[in-house]
């Protein structure tokens, strides 16, 4: 769990512990990847970081699981495995 305090307010969100990780790790990371992997995650940071922004000026909290899927499918198109683990899916059957 990441913490991040506004300084403008009081107002403290706290941003799931895989996300924030993920995002630090692919910002050493970004040298390593290959150019459209590199280009992918930074816009993924971009968008994660302007959706964090939003919400801390009171707008809706992000989709986190958007952002986990969207990462997912940026390692899976670049041949690596996926950064979160994919939630098993309920039948309706049973």
């Known amino acids: 769990m990441f913490i991040m305090p506004d300084a403008k307010t009081t107002v403290t ?20 990847l290959t150019d459209v992997m590199a280009e992918e995650v930074k816009e993924w940071r971009s968008e994660l970081r302007q959706a964090v922004k939003d919400w801390k000026a009171g707008g809706a909290e992000p989709d986190w699981g958007s952002f986990q899927d969207w990462m997912n499918d940026i390692c899976r198109d670049d041949g690596m495995p996926i950064l979160f683990p994919q939630m098993p899916v309920e039948s309706d059957a049973l």
């Open 13 to 32: 969100i706290t941003i799931p512990a895989d996300i924030s990780e993920v995002y630090i790790e692919l910002g050493w990371m970004l040298s390593d």
